[in-house]
């Protein structure tokens, strides 16, 4: 069986902001995700969870995306030279589609958000056998992302004061906390900053339980339920 050995995220740079530097009144340095050969982070995740899967004898991924995670999939699929099915919400905006559709992705439009979208992914996946690809819930997901923090040892001659990370699924968030610990640096305090109109971490921590947005309301996505 071919076995993936393949690393599919790159080493990206990190760079001071004197802008926001001057803002806070303290040294700032900005880790450039967008370098990433998809633009974003994600493809440290889940490039991680497929290649693993790829080698467990998996060989049609499929995922729900309304973004970054589907275009993850399809790049490490293209480049292990599979199939990956992506579904996307009715929302989702076209350039995501076309650069989804370019790297050979199956788009099918799905539901009015990603929940609808998500549960259509399972149910075609059970019923076709394919791989579901989760875009944050899985262990291998935040090794993958862990991969930021190793990077950051080595770009710095100090430990950092403080690590700000953005906060969506949890996924980055549970990487990044991974990553920390790896390399201990379990005692660098770590903020997690939400979108207001999706806040569902602040929404979990101030009940103390699990809790379902009623809606999502973003720059990019307003009105979303």
């Known amino acids: 069986m071919k076995m993936c050995s393949k690393q599919f995220y790159v080493t990206t740079p990190l760079i001071e902001s004197v802008k ?66 992506i579904l996307i919400p009715n929302c989702s905006p076209k350039c995501i589609i076309d ?7 199956k788009v099918i439009i799905f539901g009015n958000d990603w929940n609808e979208a998500n549960a259509e992914a399972l149910r075609i996946a059970s019923k076709d056998g394919l791989t579901y690809i989760t875009p944050f819930d899985d262990p291998l997901i935040w090794t993958g992302i862990s991969s930021v923090v190793d990077e950051l040892k080595q770009q710095l001659d100090v430990e950092p004061s403080c690590v700000v990370v953005s906060v969506g699924g949890g996924g ?53 339920v």
């Open 20 to 85: 926001l530097g001057e803002i806070v009144n303290y040294p700032v340095l900005l880790k450039y995700e967008n370098c990433q050969p998809i633009g974003s982070y994600k493809i440290r995740g889940i490039s991680c969870l497929i290649s693993q899967k790829y080698n467990d004898g998996a060989r049609h991924f499929i995922t729900a995306s309304s973004g970054n995670a589907g275009l993850a999939v399809a790049y490490c699929a293209r480049g292990l030279d599979v199939p990956a099915t």
């Open 99 to 105: 650069q989804i559709t370019r790297l050979k992705g």
């Open 172 to 224: 980055f968030l549970a990487g990044i906390l991974q990553g920390l610990k790896k390399n201990n640096w379990s005692n660098v305090p770590l903020v997690a900053v939400e979108t207001i109109g999706a806040a569902s971490l602040n929404a979990c921590v101030i009940s103390g339980n699990h809790v379902t947005l009623p809606k999502v309301e973003t720059i990019d996505r307003k009105s979303v």
